[in-house]
């Protein structure tokens, strides 16, 4: 599906407030209701909105150890890959997981009620894998920027 810049200016307005009428997004948008409803159902149906979601102040509701770790596997076998990956998955402490290159094959972001709930999260996931070579943790002092707007 190739976006207009209706459809950019569609996305960005529902990034911002998901929660808004379909009426007052066609307002917003010069179109009519009818019109608003249709692309955003198709945007919808290829996947480019992929959902809705609230934004929580972590802090707020009482989670408030956040890192970043940079994992190094000691070697990229499908075992050991598949394994780190079930893992990360199993664990909503996980937030993000990214594979990347560099010194470190993942990224992850984890959000822990406190430093106790940190190490806990650690003692019974990463540090039993066989596999990982490294763990680099970094301490998020706090969040500059929350989710980018897309824009083509």
Same mark, same amino acid.
């Given at each position: ?15 911002? =407030? ?66 780190? !990956? ?18 470190? =094959? ?42 980018? !707007?897309?824009?083509?």
């Amino acid at each position: 599906m190739e976006l207009e810049e209706r459809d950019w200016r569609l996305l960005e307005h529902l990034q911002i =407030d998901a929660r808004l009428t379909n009426q007052d997004l066609a307002d917003r948008l010069g179109m009519s209701p009818s019109a608003c409803w249709r692309r955003v159902r198709q945007l919808e149906e290829a996947g480019i909105i992929a959902g809705y979601r609230a934004t929580v102040d972590a802090r707020r509701a009482g989670m408030e150890f956040h890192a970043i770790l940079h994992v190094q596997l000691t070697r990229h076998t499908r075992e050991i890959v598949d394994r780190f !990956i079930a893992e990360v998955l199993r664990h909503d402490e996980v937030l993000d997981c990214f594979a990347t290159t560099g010194t470190a =094959d993942y990224h992850l972001r984890i959000l822990c009620r406190d430093l106790d709930a940190f190490n806990a999260f650690m003692e019974r996931t990463l540090f039993r894998l066989d596999g990982i070579a490294n763990i680099q943790t970094n301490l998020v002092l706090r969040h500059v920027k929350r989710a980018a !707007i897309i824009r083509g």
